[in-house]
């Protein structure tokens, strides 16, 4: 043992106070040393204590004995009689915990033999530090434990007594735990741990604390001791996600079993209270079926149709517990991408159709909306039409187009126009989509009826039936409907002096020209009339053509014989002298026929002679010649018929007598009357009996009609258009009405015409029809001047009937 700071004034005084008590007190000597002090320490002089002389110490074989068989601790030194420290004297060893600690030592002297005791008493001093029993003190505490939990600690020993044994513990400075030291039954300190904080196993499994045992000596000692605790586990971890918010991106449509993200969660427990299994938190029956979590890996999978347009941002609430049911949450916030993957569609939003033809270009005709469901890029559309028609898309606001002509349109060239609308978006791949747009034109009446020729002939023969159809005229108009309806009439205008209406008629739908009267070519060879045809649209389109009416000639003139005459009163005889001879001309027939060509070409035949040999005549020239020298015994009256004939089909013949006379001299002439009475006297008397019935009948009818007149002026409103037509006379060769030979061509007409004028139909209904065909020649047409006044109002009527009545030409 080191020698202690003994120097210190307290103790100093102290021990020499005590030395001088235990002195006067026994008579033995006593002292009281520190223990471990060193060998040869100086405890006192023993002699001068004693009152022994120094000098005979030697002599007198001075020496320390133990009592009994102790140790010897002692010595004293001769020459100075001092009393040394002999032996190392460790009160912990000699006394233990006894206090006082004493040690009895004698003196002994010999010669004489004088005993002495020596007391010393050995103070402590703090050689000792406390000390535990064990190097570590382990505990394990379930970190569920309550605060103020109190935990024995085994108490520090100290070899040293009083106030060098154990005064106090300290214990290392840390969150959980304070100490308490308590102080014993047996006056013992001990201490406890008292728990100040909960303890965590996630966060510290172990504490590891250093105790400290300290003594109360000067300088105080200390022993330490490690205590180790174990912190127990308790489920008081809930599983806790990687994650507050998984945020993902997923492109729409990714296919089944596409990986979406990995949630993980830890508990930090331990066993089953960290094992930890994933469930979704409250998901939509939608949503169920899109997406599928691994309850041990929680491995988030698709398992449906992702699309973005349905939903573009989805929340997946994900819970994850451990095995006593602590759970922990967090969200997977998953951001859908786009994929282009929804072609645009187009709406037609109006639609102008049909649009008229004459609409002019820059007009809308429609408005067309695009959309795509897909978003940014994906959804930008762009819309086109790829044809070459005259449409086209402009751009409108938004995604709004208008559909504009730009260009002429014609119904009559494209009626309709199927126009595709492409719409296609900015995707990659882009997507497209087609509208198929059906548009008609509707028809503006800008086509006049085209005529199908430049002009039209028609070639009618004379006589011809009335109503007869003589022509069809016919025109085309490309519009549609009423506006290509095309309506006929006939232009008003006269043909000769009397309106055309008169001589013509039109069928207004069929185009079919009829001719309203029976036509002589001798009088008209020929007219033009104008040819309307008109739509029906309105404002109506016409156009008009020239029709040229060529009447062709018939047979139906009798040749007429100018020379000789065929006068009844004057029979001409020819002189032909007795010396002509044969060839030489006596004679020549002279006729005309008012038909043309063939139908006038005459011919001449001696039907009847006297002397058949005698005389011929020219086939072609009408000249009669001798045939052979005239003699003495050819009679001197001669007598020929003589028949011209013209070249119709069939034909024409008129016969005409000649009479010659042989002779040179005019004087020789005998009666001639008697020559031809026999034959035309019987004719004469016929003639002039039909003369007088004429002439009567004609008379009659006369105060028919101004009788009849006279009753339609009262009761109008029926016009009657009651006619005698009569040909002038002028029109025919002057003495034309006087031939009689054939006698045969006349015709008795009756018939109701009902026209209808400036309508589209007209129609002729015959009532009756006499001796139908033929029209004399010589016909009169006459109008009272009351019927003409009321034909002024003709075309405004709509169903006028007129009444033609021939009567039987009167020569
Ligand atoms: C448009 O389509 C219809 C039927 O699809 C067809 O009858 C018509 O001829 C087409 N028109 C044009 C101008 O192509
Ligand atoms: C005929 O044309 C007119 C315009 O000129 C138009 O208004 C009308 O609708 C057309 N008629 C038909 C049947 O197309
Ligand atoms: C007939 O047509 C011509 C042009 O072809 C026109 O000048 C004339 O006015 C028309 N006549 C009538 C009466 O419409």
Not at 215 to 228: E, K, L, Q
Not at 337 to 366: C, M, Q, R, W, Y
Request: aromatic residues 8%; contains cysteine.
């Amino acid at each position: 043992m080191e020698f202690q700071s003994f120097w210190v004034n307290g103790r100093l005084f102290g021990f020499l106070f005590f030395m001088i008590m235990a002195h006067n007190a026994n008579g033995d000597v006593s002292y009281s040393i520190p223990e471990e002090m060193k060998r040869g320490y100086l405890i006192g002089n023993i002699a001068k204590d004693l009152g022994l002389d120094v000098s005979m110490l030697s002599s007198r074989k001075a020496r320390i004995d133990p009592e009994g068989n102790r140790k010897r601790y002692c010595n004293i030194n001769l020459h100075s009689g001092d009393l040394i420290v002999a032996d190392r004297i460790d009160r912990e060893e000699i006394c233990e915990k006894k206090a006082p600690c004493v040690i009895k030592q004698e003196l002994v002297l010999e010669n004489p033999l004088e005993l002495f005791r020596i007391i010393l008493t050995i103070e402590d001093i703090n050689d000792n530090s406390p000390q535990f029993t064990e190097s570590v003190i382990k505990f394990e505490i379930r970190e569920s434990a309550d605060k103020e939990s109190r935990y024995l600690l085994d108490e520090a020993h100290d070899a040293d007594i009083g106030v060098n044994s154990v005064q106090s513990y300290t214990l290392q400075n840390n969150e959980h735990f304070l100490l308490s030291v308590l102080t014993g039954a047996n006056g013992g300190k001990y201490g406890e741990l008292v728990l100040k904080k909960e303890l965590d196993r996630e966060h510290q499994k172990e504490v590891t604390l250093i105790l400290t045992a300290v003594d109360g000596g000067t300088p105080p000692r200390s022993g330490t001791v490690a205590i180790h605790i174990t912190v127990l586990d308790a489920n008081d971890n809930a599983p806790v996600f990687s994650q507050a918010v998984y945020k993902v991106s997923l492109p729409e449509n990714s296919p089944v079993d596409t990986v979406v993200v990995t949630v993980s969660a830890t508990d930090a427990d331990e066993g089953q209270n960290g094992e930890v299994t994933y469930a979704f938190g409250h998901l939509s029956e939608t949503l169920r079926q899109l997406f599928l979590l691994d309850v041990k890996s929680g491995e988030i999978k698709v398992v449906g149709n992702i699309d973005y347009e349905e939903k573009n941002s989805i929340e997946l609430p994900v819970q994850a517990k451990d095995g006593q049911g602590l759970a922990g949450r967090s969200i997977v916030l998953l951001d859908v991408v786009d994929v282009n993957d929804n072609a645009p569609f187009i709406i037609i939003k109006s639609l102008n159709s049909p649009v008229p033809e004459n609409a002019s270009p820059g007009t809308e005709v429609g408005i067309i909306n695009v959309q795509d469901r897909d978003s940014e890029n994906n959804g930008q559309v762009r819309c086109s039409i790829h044809q070459n028609i005259p449409f086209k898309l402009v751009p409108s606001v938004k995604n709004y187009y208008s559909l504009v002509i730009t260009g002429e349109l014609d119904r009559e060239l494209v009626s309709d126009y199927n126009i595709t609308i492409t719409a296609t978006d900015e995707g990659s791949p882009p997507l497209f989509s087609k509208r198929y747009i059906h548009f008609t034109v509707a028809d503006v009446n800008d086509n006049p009826p085209v005529f199908e020729e430049q002009n039209y002939r028609a070639h009618v023969q004379e006589n011809n039936k009335p109503g007869s159809s003589i022509c069809t005229v016919s025109a085309t108009d490309p519009d549609w409907r009423q506006n290509g309806t095309v309506v006929y009439s006939l232009l008003p205008s006269d043909v000769k002096v009397s309106a055309v209406s008169s001589f013509l008629s039109i069928n207004g739908d069929t185009g079919v020209i009829h001719a309203v009267r029976s036509f002589d070519f001798e009088q008209l060879k020929s007219f033009e009339v104008l040819v309307l045809a008109r739509d029906n649209g309105s404002p109506p389109l016409s156009s008009n053509v020239t029709l040229s009416v060529l009447i062709t000639d018939e047979n139906d003139n009798t040749p007429q014989i100018l020379y000789p005459s065929s006068d009844g009163n004057s029979f001409m005889t020819e002189m032909v002298p007795k010396a002509a001879q044969a060839g030489s001309l006596v004679s020549k027939v002279i006729a005309v026929d008012a038909d043309s060509g063939q139908n006038a070409w005459l011919t001449y035949h001696i039907i009847k002679a006297s002397d058949p040999g005698l005389f011929t005549i020219g086939v072609h020239s009408g000249e009669i010649r001798t045939q052979r020298d005239l003699s003495e015994s050819d009679s001197m009256k001669q007598n020929i018929i003589v028949s011209v004939r013209d070249n119709g089909q069939p034909f024409l013949s008129a016969t005409c007598a000649l009479y010659l006379l042989i002779s040179d001299n005019l004087a020789e002439v005998p009666e001639l009357k008697d020559m031809s009475h026999d034959e035309s006297s019987s004719k004469l008397t016929f003639y002039l009996i039909i003369a007088l019935v004429s002439v009567s009948t004609f008379f009659m009818t006369f105060i028919i009609i101004i009788l009849a007149v006279r009753f339609c002026r009262r009761r109008k409103p029926r016009l009657l258009f009651d006619g005698a037509v009569a040909i002038p006379s002028a029109y025919l060769p002057p003495n034309y009405a006087e031939v009689d030979g054939a006698g045969t061509l006349r015709s008795t007409y009756n018939y109701d015409a009902y026209l209808t004028t400036g309508s589209r139909t007209s129609d002729f209904k015959f009532i009756r029809s006499y001796n139908e065909g033929k029209l004399t020649a010589d016909m009169t047409l006459k109008k009272t001047q009351s019927a003409l006044d009321d034909l002024g109002g003709l075309d405004s009527e709509i169903d006028d009937s007129f009444q033609i009545q021939h009567l039987p030409g009167l020569n």
